[in-house]
């Protein structure tokens, strides 16, 4: 069989059906579109017999359906917490059927960033699927006429031991769904003795579709009549058409129609950016007919943006005092009285996100809704742009969530879905909008421009008395406020609020900085620039100090107590400091571990290698990672093995975890190596992965061992806590290697090489 | 039709007589809904779009329509269509993707790779593998589920 053509949705899902899901050259029309054909927004967990909360639901046959209300961009948080659910509910993993839910405020926050999936939704979805298991005791209980002290569940059954009796849950949902449901007083959770998956984890829910061609990404999404579009964006942010030709561009084969997207109103936010559509019955029309699109811009106030201008400007203002975010005893006296001080200028560039799937997503308004398909890190926040820029309601917003092709953060900012919701209302009919490689590097909202001037006294033993840091970098919120400068609570807690060395004078500062482009989350967002400055700078005092490095680090780190932040703004990553205190012991802990495990100080290394060492926590977890890299004499870098030992708390899936800390070198190693964007006259000058590399399979580590710490902590954040001690770890060995210290990334703008 | 290219996807016979600049990849994804080949770069540098033109691996974003006369295509579709090939079976014991969207090119090039190189050295991997570019970082799992494979076809 081979191409379905121009077969009505309704057909086509009955034919689906009856190929048992999959016809080879048929669309792999996304499962949730069976919610716009009924105009429903319930999903199947809402219409299972059992459905005591939003989370779970039980068929009579058995069925357990278990929503997944975070996005799935690689963590596999989509199995993860539903695997939370089914542990309580005592289910079999076989019998399960994951829902992806749309966009909606009953889940609560669905921003899948900031690490915190498990952390913020483990004790609420134990007790959702706690709630449907306590439900099918007490139906069991019913019918046999016996109390439900008496009832125990056992793999998707309930049991009566002292009779023998049991009764399969499909059996019992009905009884169950016409019980009240219990208080969260009278449920009780299982004994961790009694896990059956938390802890040990599940591969994902998906893995036969990743590997066979069929998990359906926001990219692969369709909707019958649908036009194809592409957005010539103005090249400088905030710029405005003057004049546009689009006769060549209509003339193409496919060219429906051109469309102008008028400019945002400052601030961005997630507001499209404008420009000019091309819109086409093929993605290859639109991108032919945008190439013929003749535009004049008015490039606005940020023409004069010029990176090598700005950087100097950044590394000027973090010479001189600013902000104080945090202080302690007196740094100024300190450095008086001494000479033995010693300093150094950091720097981080832009960074894009470049996730492999660029921008993309379906949407179609209609009757006053649209409903929208788009790989998205955050559907409440496409309900809320895409609202405000139609002008309807929010709850007539439909956001369905397919897989997203890699996120990092840039995602959980929908312009580009409220680009294709706006295109539908003004041809009127589904609008897919398809972003190019190009359009993602050029169009992203980037990683800060970062520069961290570092000072310390030192005593007779190299160990600092006195330490002054100071960062400067365009801050995040200046997306939503123009007039933003400086850091807020929310990222300046990043790896710098919280420099937990023990050190008698501190101040810490952050200096002002205006932005010229979109600056959004990446990866470990602060957290990269901020580590790589405190590790190296600390890397350097150690060797300055003729010191190992490792043993330098934990004197630094000092003993083991709670750090206490009375009187800084520190939000802790939004987690209540008393469940997840900042302790030292624990950040000792993994870098002792990571010693031992490295084979520091013992390992035999080759000629041109050298180890180096970082330890850094994040998004509330603690890590050390130890890097070992080959310089060869053309300056070419390898790195044949990493070592990063995690405290992340309680880990409910190891496999996956270990798995993103893998990930995290490699993402790690791309920031070093060659993570750049700079802009000239306002525009960026990077488009694609020849000149905005990422790491590849040559080049990235050989060998990355994970080691997850056994703990009985509350679960902290595992995707984004591995980048940030990398870097700096890299940098330490290469300094290591070579003798030349790393100061600025990325490394591509050093030679390393012997010659020099 | 007269000037029509005729050619093979997964078997099947097909013909296209549109802009002959078209390339393949938007024609496996828009005009037959084959969309498990990717699109990620546009310009042969990221390899998500990796298909098979008889044992080769290619480009499909770089392939244009008026180069396939006769060609005999495979997409990610057709692999494992019956039955999962061991590749596909490698890559899930070592559970190697994350996000996924680079995967369907990842095992089409591996598979390519394994057909010349029945028994790859690192060095092998290296090189046949460089072009495929996965953001999430699961090179370590795909360099073990290529030596896996190749253990199990011997």
Known sequence: ?756 | MANAIQFKINGVAHSFDGDPDTPLLWYLRDTLGLTGTKFGCGVGLCGACTVHKSDDAIRACITPMSSLAGAEIRTIEDIGANGLHPVQKTWMQFNVPQCGYCQSGQIMQAIALLKSKPKPTDEDIDEGMAANICRCGTYQRIRAAIKAAAEEKA
């Open chain 1, 1 to 756: 069989m081979s191409a379905i053509e121009n077969v009505s949705r309704r057909g086509f899902l009955k034919g689906l059906g009856a190929a048992g899901a999959l016809v080879v050259g048929a669309y792999y029309t996304p499962k949730i579109l069976h919610r716009y054909e009924s105009d429903d927004v319930r999903t199947d967990a809402d219409n299972a017999t059992l459905h005591p909360n939003v989370f779970v639901g039980v068929e009579t046959d058995g069925t357990v359906w278990i929503v997944a209300h975070r996005s799935e961009m690689g963590t596999v948080i989509r199995t993860t917490l539903p695997l939370v659910v089914a542990d309580e509910l005592d289910a079999d993993w076989k019998r399960v059927k994951i829902d992806q839910a749309i966009g909606d405020p009953r889940y609560g926050d669905q921003n899948t960033d900031g690490s915190h999936s498990v952390r913020s939704f483990f004790d609420i979805v134990r007790l959702s699927g706690a709630t449907a298991r306590l439900m099918l005791i007490r139906a069991a209980a019913q019918r046999w006429g016996v109390p439900a002290s008496e009832c125990q569940t056992d793999l998707h059954v309930v049991v009566h031991s002292s009779s023998g009796r049991r009764l399969g849950y499909g059996e019992l949902a009905t009884a169950a769904s016409k019980l009240p449901v219990p208080k969260k007083e009278e449920v009780q959770l299982k004994a961790k003795s009694t896990w059956r998956y938390i802890g040990k984890g599940m591969t994902s829910y998906d893995l036969t579709d990743l590997v066979t061609g069929k998990a359906v990404y926001g990219m692969d999404a369709h909707l019958d009549g649908m036009l194809f579009a592409s957005i010539e964006h103005p090249p400088v942010l905030g710029g405005k058409i003057k004049t546009v030709d689009n006769a060549d561009a209509l003339k193409v084969t496919g060219v429906a129609q051109t469309i102008v997207i008028d400019p945002f109103k400052p601030p961005p936010a997630f507001q499209p950016l404008g420009g000019v559509a091309v819109l086409a019955d093929s993605t290859w029309a639109a991108f032919q007919g945008r190439k013929k699109l003749k535009i004049e811009w008015d490039n606005g106030l940020n023409e004069t943006y010029d990176s090598d201008q700005y950087k100097k400007d950044l590394q000027e203002t973090a010479r001189k005092s600013a902000k104080v975010i945090r202080s302690q005893g007196d740094v100024d006296v300190a450095f008086t009285s001494t000479t033995n001080t010693f300093e150094g200028d950091y720097y981080v560039p832009l960074l894009a996100h470049a996730s492999m799937e660029p921008m993309v997503a379906l949407a179609e308004f209609k009757d006053g809704k649209v409903h929208a398909w788009a790989p998205t890190q955050n559907p409440q926040a496409v309900q809320a742009i895409v609202s405000s820029e139609l002008g309807i309601r929010k709850e007539d917003v439909i956001c369905h969530v397919t897989l997203l092709g890699g996120g990092f953060g840039r995602k959980s900012k929908p312009d580009y879905v409220a680009e294709a919701a706006v295109l539908s209302r003004k041809v009127g009919r589904p609008v897919k909008v398809v972003w190019t490689r190009e359009d993602d590097i050029k169009f992203d909202y980037y990683n800060a421009v970062a520069a961290m001037y570092m000072k310390a006294a030192v005593d007779s033993k190299g160990r600092p008395v006195a330490w002054l840091q100071r960062s400067v970098f365009p801050p995040i919120t200046s997306i939503f406020d123009v007039n933003a400068v400086y850091g807020d609570p929310g990222h300046l807690q990043q790896g710098w609020t919280d420099m937990p060395y023990d050190i008698p004078n501190l101040r810490i500062e952050n200096g002002a900085a205006k932005a010229h482009v979109r600056i959004g989350w990446l990866r470990s967002v602060a957290n990269i620039y901020h580590a790589f400055a405190v590790q190296t700078f600390t890397d350097e005092l150690a060797h300055r100090a003729k010191r190992d490095p490792a043993d330098y680090l934990l004197d630094l780190i000092g003993q083991p107590r709670t750090l206490n932040f009375s009187g800084v703004d520190y939000p802790n990553y939004g987690a209540a400091y008393d469940a997840y205190p900042w302790e030292t012991g624990r950040l000792r802990r993994v870098t002792e571990m990571v010693v031992e495990k490295s084979g520091w100080g013992k390992r035999k290394l080759g000629k041109g290698a050298g180890l180096g060492i970082a330890a850094h926590r994040s998004f509330l977890t603690y890590v050390a990672t130890v890097v070992e890299v080959e310089v060869n004499d053309q300056g070419d870098i390898r790195i044949p093995r990493v070592d990063t030992v995690v405290d992340a708390g309680l880990v409910v899936n190891p496999e996956v975890t270990k798995a993103q800390f893998e990930g995290a070198a490699v993402f790690g190693t791309s920031v070093a190596r060659s993570g750049e964007i700079t802009a000239k006259s306002g525009a960026i000058e990077q488009s694609n992965f020849d000149n905005y590399p990422v790491a590849r399979i040559n080049e990235a580590p050989y060998q990355t061992n994970v080691y997850l710490v056994e703990s009985d902590a509350p679960p902290a954040g595992v995707g984004e806590p591995g980048v940030p001690p990398f870097v700096p770890a890299l940098c330490n060995a290469i300094y290591a290697a070579t003798g030349k210290r790393i100061r600025e990334l990325p490394l591509s703008r050093t030679n390393l090489g012997k010659q020099s």
